[in-house]
């Protein structure tokens, strides 16, 4: 019998918001939550402050925890509060606190009725033990999340079966599905519902989850917050934080696919550094999806000795000339398990982490610096997030002090922790492009801030032009990845259609040479041009999008953000899928129609310049904007400081130009520049530099102080307003006020 404690005990022990309540009910459980042997047993109730904002609720059968039942790696690692116990009798409604909120717990049926400090309910959740469901209130405003694939930012009035992979018509427009069982609201509650797994029938004012028919529990997390930036801070709280990656993921990356040998592999890398494109990363295909990639075939770790014949004396070269060297893997074992660190029999079952593991660790050591992880689909949630973590602690495990690299197709709630995701096999299509920048935004707020997709889409289509590319070029370099990738591959390189020849076309029976271009379309040099202007944009903006990605791994901010995040009072900004920021202070509006040469653009309350024209304007109202061929509209809001550097041709070169510091006036505004090695783990270790640019518009004052870190140096900064002079500062790490005129 559990021990029986007061109602002031209760009341007393919950407020605290560090203790959890454990209510047996004596109700019977329905069959699907029974036990296939002894029948249905009473249930028990189970509620954890894990703190005063997220709220757990476990329902299981009596004297069977749940964390028994099920471990998918989803949550982050931490020590949980140990739960008081009490027992439940009758009908009447047990009432507790939850911090500033009461619970209310009914019995008939089982419901927890969560209410805020001034009555309102927060949420709500029913559990229909006959039909094996849950019941939970959407509220007035749009519900956010269910992962990847979605069809629409506001998942109201939508089902979702939370299919794993590339599923269907759906690919071609939305990308593969990623499902992640958290939904958030726009009144300030979010649910994850961490176990059973199951589908999802979402209405305009509730909506339904009804668990898999193998579930023998419930485990659900409530979060609650004041503001959406600080509901995904609780999320990333509860899945945990998303890594730092290394600065040359951030910088461009060339995805290659059939290669007609050694010196093909070669020669592209010297182009992009002759006709200074900057360029990180090469990406190799492996062979299987294409008739001649890096490796012998599909799940192969034997280099293809036709175009790597001396992989050692390839990768060094490649280093030589800074890139960076990616491999693309496919079929990983079907149920993958454990962990790196496993030794013993574990370790040699083909299917233990270890085990995969050990495939990949002498290509690491010839030098390989990441990994593509593709396919993978039919992996359930676990596996997939054993996979992801694979590539993270595997490569922490060969090389200790070097921040991984991997770019997953598949994963699961928790993967920000390990890697990186793409969207999958989309096609070339102005809706397709359409989607990708709803997808980016919606990605972010289902807790994955590192997320690309296929520049120009990755199945040509006849809508498949150089103006279509240069839009998702444009879109794509204010995305956390910017890779190009895709069928017909030379023509996503930057000087790819300006040969007169798309190389290999690598069609298949659903397609024909029909979807390709047409010769004379292959000789525009404009192409080239425009994508130098945008590696060069991107390249200059790395102080100001590292910095951001700082924000990303202390808070679970996205990168690309829904404008609802920075402006949740604006209800315009709600459901608004085709303009979003990059980072704090970044609006980006991709163009996404063919023929198009202005936009529309949605400017939130305040004072916002035009980033390439310097032209103010004033924010709560759309306005019409030129945006040519060469231009994609993007504003910066009033009161940044905008840290920018030299273009260069790869992340980790060195330059002697310093950091430009622009201030964009019109309000007060803080602003901040993080930096460190852009590589190792030194940083965990204090060895970083975060330094405040507080700008006050009253006095036209900027001051610069530092807020941490022992790597803070004299250094050189222009200072200026946008469009105007600027004058050079030497900064030794002490406050500095520059009065600007």
């Given at each position: ?104 717990v009914h019995t008939d049926p089982l419901r927890l ?82 176990e059973p797994q199951g589908s999802f029938n979402i ?539």
């Amino acid at each position: 019998m559990p021990r029986t404690f007061t109602r002031r005990s209760l009341l007393q022990s919950a407020a605290a918001g560090t203790a959890g309540l454990l209510l047996e009910l004596s109700l019977p459980a329905s069959s699907a939550l029974a036990d296939p042997v002894t029948g249905p047993p009473l249930l028990a109730l189970t509620m954890t402050a894990v703190s005063e904002n997220i709220l757990r609720v476990t329902i299981a059968a009596a004297g069977e925890p749940m964390g028994r039942l099920y471990a998918d790696g989803s949550l982050a690692p931490r020590k949980w509060p140990h739960p008081l116990a009490t027992a439940l009798a009758g009908k009447s409604p047990q009432v507790l606190n939850w911090g500033s909120r009461r619970l209310e717990v009914h019995t008939d049926p089982l419901r927890l009725t969560v209410l805020q400090q001034d009555q309102r309910i927060l949420q709500e959740l029913q559990f229909h033990q006959n039909s094996a469901q849950l019941q939970f209130l959407c509220g007035d405003g749009p519900v956010y999340g269910l992962g990847a694939g979605a069809h629409a930012l506001d998942r109201r009035d939508t089902t979702d079966a939370m299919r794993n992979g590339q599923v269907g018509d759906d690919l071609k427009i939305y990308g593969a599905h990623l499902p992640i069982p958290w939904l958030m609201g726009s009144n300030g509650w979010g649910l994850f519902f961490h176990e059973p797994q199951g589908s999802f029938n979402i209405g305009m004012k509730s909506g339904v989850f009804k668990p898999n028919e193998s579930a023998r529990g419930y485990d659900i997390f409530l979060l609650a917050a004041h503001s959406p930036a600080d509901l995904l801070g609780q999320f990333a709280a509860l899945t945990g934080f998303p890594h730092m990656p290394p600065l040359w993921a951030l910088g461009y990356q060339q995805s290659h696919r059939t290669l007609a040998g050694r010196e093909e592999v070669l020669e592209e890398a010297k182009t992009f550094r002759e006709k200074q494109l900057p360029c990180d990363a090469l990406i190799y295909l492996g062979t299987g999806f294409c008739p001649s990639g890096w490796n012998t075939g599909h799940g192969s770790f034997a280099f293809n000795e036709n175009v790597f014949p001396d992989p050692v004396a390839m990768i060094r070269q490649l280093h030589q000339e800074h890139f960076k060297v990616v491999l693309h893997v496919v079929n990983p074992p079907v149920n993958l398990y454990g962990e790196v660190s496993n030794t013993g029999a574990a370790a040699e079952d083909p299917a233990n982490a270890a085990k995969y593991w050990s495939h990949h660790v002498p290509l690491d050591r010839m030098g390989i610096d990441g990994w593509w992880p593709d396919e993978g689909d039919p992996l359930p949630a676990s596996s997939r997030l054993v996979r992801n973590r694979m590539y993270f602690d595997g490569e922490r495990q060969v090389r200790p002090n070097r921040r991984p690299f991997a770019l997953n197709r598949n994963g699961y709630a928790g993967l920000q922790r390990y890697g990186w995701l793409w969207s999958g096999d989309v096609f070339s299509t102005w809706k397709t492009l359409a989607a990708q920048v709803m997808e980016g935004i919606n990605i972010g707020l289902n807790g994955i801030p590192y997320w690309g997709t296929d520049i120009g889409g990755f199945v040509p289509t006849r809508e498949f032009t150089a103006e279509l590319f240069l839009r998702w070029f444009q879109f794509s370099s204010f995305c956390p990845l910017f890779r190009g990738h895709g069928r017909t591959w030379k023509l996503r390189l930057p000087w790819g259609w300006n040969t007169g020849d798309y190389g290999p076309p690598e069609l298949t029976p659903a397609f024909s040479v029909n979807d390709l271009p047409r010769p004379e379309d292959l000789h525009n040099p404009a192409v080239e041009e425009i994508c130098r202007k945008y590696l060069n944009t991107r390249y200059q903006l790395l102080p100001y999008i590292y910095s951001a990605v700082a924000e990303t791994h202390r808070t679970g901010m996205p990168l690309m953000r829904g404008l609802w995040l920075h402006f949740p009072e604006d209800e315009k900004t709600q459901t608004m899928a085709d303009e979003y920021m990059f980072g704090p202070a970044l609006l980006v509006a991709p163009m996404l129609s063919a023929g198009a040469t202005t936009r529309s653009v949605y400017l939130p309350a305040g004072t916002w310049w035009n980033f390439w024209t310097h032209e103010e304007s004033t924010g709560g109202k759309t306005i019409e904007v030129p945006a040519p061929l060469d231009t994609i509209p993007v504003f910066v809001r009033a009161g940044t400081t905008l840290a920018m550097g030299p273009v260069k041709q790869f992340t980790n070169e060195e330059s002697s130009v310093p950091i430009s510091l622009t201030v964009y006036p019109g309000a007060d505004g803080l602003s901040a520049l993080y930096e460190d090695d852009g590589e190792t783990y030194a940083f965990e270790r204090g060895a970083f530099s975060s330094t405040e640019l507080r700008w006050n518009d009253s006095t036209r004052t900027l001051e610069i102080s530092s807020r941490g870190g022992s790597a803070q140096t004299k250094r050189q900064f222009t200072v200026g307003l946008p469009g105007m002079s600027t004058r050079q500062i030497l900064y030794d790490g002490k406050a500095a006020r520059i009065r600007l005129r």
